[in-house]
T-cell receptor, first 117, second 112 residues
Framework: SAVISQKPSRDICQRGTSLTIQCQVD?????MFWYRQQPGQSLTLIAT?????????ESGFVIDKFPISRPNLTFSTLTVSNMSPEDSSIYLC??????????????FGAGSRLTVL | AQSVTQLGSHVSVSEGALVLLRCNYS??????LFWYVQYPNQGLQLLLK??????LVKGINGFEAEFKKSETSFHLTKPSAHMSDAAEYFC??????????FGIGTKLQVIP
């Protein structure tokens, strides 16, 4: 399965600022997924990023708050804009772990833990 | 629509004791079911998956899970807990064209 590198691994940010998280995959993939993991809650899909097209956002998430780039088949970024303490969370990048199997197996990066003060 | 319910956000077991983590699902189509494990400061790692073959699925590190359609359950078990099993475990479901839906996770504590 693919190996995913995410950075930063953690950061402490000030309210009102923005932070960009990078996700690098060691192989070409069609879709990349961005998840949010809040304490005591399940993983929530933010958006799906396809190369060459705009990201598809899930209900409750908007492009102005979470702009995503997907410049090629191995790289994506997620920006958390105008951060508030409620954005403190772990953000995870993932890709399909078994492409073509139809089983939706996911491979995850180690995550980026953001704390907003 | 699909959903996952994990009973017990925290489970404690003694080292060497049986591990049982409960997961019930809801799906309008035949589901794929997964257990993922997350060790501290790491991403999620696939433990095992059910994809409509054998109902008893064996995964890594001695874990297994049984798909019971009549009970809509997919509980995770391990006969003997090891200290290294301490982690957070997530049950997940997907089916048809729907994306993966995760449960809230169960933190497993192993007591020496």
């Amino acid at each position: 399965s693919a190996v995913i590198s995410q950075k930063p691994s953690r950061d402490i940010c000030q309210r009102g600022t923005s932070l960009t998280i990078q996700c690098q995959v060691d192989s070409q993939v069609t879709m990349m997924f961005w998840y949010r993991q809040q304490p005591g809650q399940s993983l929530t899909l933010i958006a799906t990023a396809n190369q060459g097209s705009e990201a598809t956002y899930e209900s409750g998430f908007v492009i102005d708050k979470f702009p995503i780039s997907r410049p090629n088949l191995t790289f994506s970024t997620l920006t958390v804009s105008n951060m508030s303490p409620e954005d403190s969370s772990i953000y995870l990048c993932s890709v399909e772990g078994e492409p073509g199997s139809g089983a939706n197996v996911l491979t995850f990066g180690a995550g980026s833990r953001l704390t907003v003060l | 629509a699909q959903s996952v319910t994990q009973l017990g956000s925290h489970v404690s077991v003694s080292e060497g004791a049986l591990v049982l983590l409960r997961c019930n699902y809801s799906s309008s189509v035949p589901p794929y079911l997964f257990w993922y494990v997350q060790y501290p400061n790491q991403g999620l790692q696939l433990l095992l998956k059910y994809t409509s073959a054998a109902t008893l699925v064996k995964g890594i590190n001695g874990f297994e899970a049984e798909f019971k359609k009549s009970e809509t359950s997919f509980h995770l078990t391990k006969p003997s807990a090891h200290m290294s099993d301490a982690a957070e475990y997530f049950c997940a479901v997907s089916g048809g064209y729907q994306k993966v839906t995760f449960g809230i996770g169960t933190k497993l504590q192993v007591i020496p």
